[in-house]
Structure formats: structure tokens, C-alpha cells
Nanobody
Framework: QVQLVESGGGLVQAGGSLRLSCAAS????????MGWFRQAPGKEREFVAA????????HYSDSVKGRFTISRDNAKNTVFLQMNSLKPEDTAVYYC????????????????????WGQGTQVTVSS
């Protein structure tokens, strides 16, 4: 089992920045692809960003491309989401997700492809 704990959420004004962290613990000795998703009230969970185990490949939703950056530190079992130029429509609960993989360069962007999920961290962007 892998446990994921997100942190770094909060309230920020439009145009501001936040950096989310996701710390993994438990059975972390394998190779894991990681992703960030978000869910706003009354909406379905949507893909935000994903990163391969090696960190060499990343993928973003069109709505955040150019503003958000996903990265990881495998030595610390942590993945990050740097969010810049935040907009009110970015307001949501942000979830970290992980799945074991044999492929170091593969990322995943569909929720059901992930095995482990964090509890989420609230991001609120005021206008």
C-alpha cells in the first residue's frame, strides 16, 4: 500500500501562485507514475497534470498548460505542482494520485488508471 498526503493548498488572489506537494509513504520502493487531478463543487474530477517515473515526460490539461508545472523528487518520494497565474476557475480540491508502472517514461491521465489517491487539498482563488 502507498499513502499519499497533499499539502500546500490555500486561498490566493487571482494571478498569484501556490506550490502543492504530495508526499508518498508506505510501499514506495517500486516505480510509480504520478498525477494531479482536481474536482470543483458539482463537477467531475478532472485531469490536471501527470509525470512519468523518471520525471522525463510530463503532460498537462489544456486549461493549465503554460501556467502549471509538475515535478518530482524520487529521493524524497514527493511530487510537486507549481501553479502560477492562478484563475478563479482553478478553485477546486486538488488530489494527488499514484500507480505502479514498469515503464519509466509513461504517464497516465485518466483517473481509473491510478491505484492510490490522497485526501486532497483545497485551492481557492479569489477574483
Amino acid at each position: 500500500q502507498v499513502q499519499l498526503v497533499e499539502s500546500g493548498g490555500g486561498l490566493v488572489q487571482a494571478g498569484g501562485s501556490l506550490r502543492l506537494s504530495c508526499a508518498a509513504s508506505g510501499r514506495t520502493s517500486g516505480s510509480y507514475a504520478m498525477g494531479w487531478f482536481r474536482q470543483a463543487p458539482g463537477k467531475e474530477r478532472e485531469f490536471v497534470a501527470a509525470i512519468s517515473w523518471s520525471g522525463g515526460n510530463t503532460h498537462y490539461s489544456d486549461s493549465v498548460k503554460g501556467r502549471f508545472t509538475i515535478s518530482r523528487d524520487n529521493a524524497k518520494n514527493t511530487v510537486f505542482l507549481q501553479m502560477n497565474s492562478l484563475k478563479p476557475e482553478d478553485t477546486a480540491v486538488y488530489y494527488c494520485a499514484a500507480r505502479a508502472t514498469y515503464y519509466s517514461e509513461t504517464y497516465y491521465h485518466i483517473p481509473h488508471e491510478y491505484t492510490y489517491w490522497g485526501q486532497g487539498t483545497q485551492v481557492t482563488v479569489s477574483s
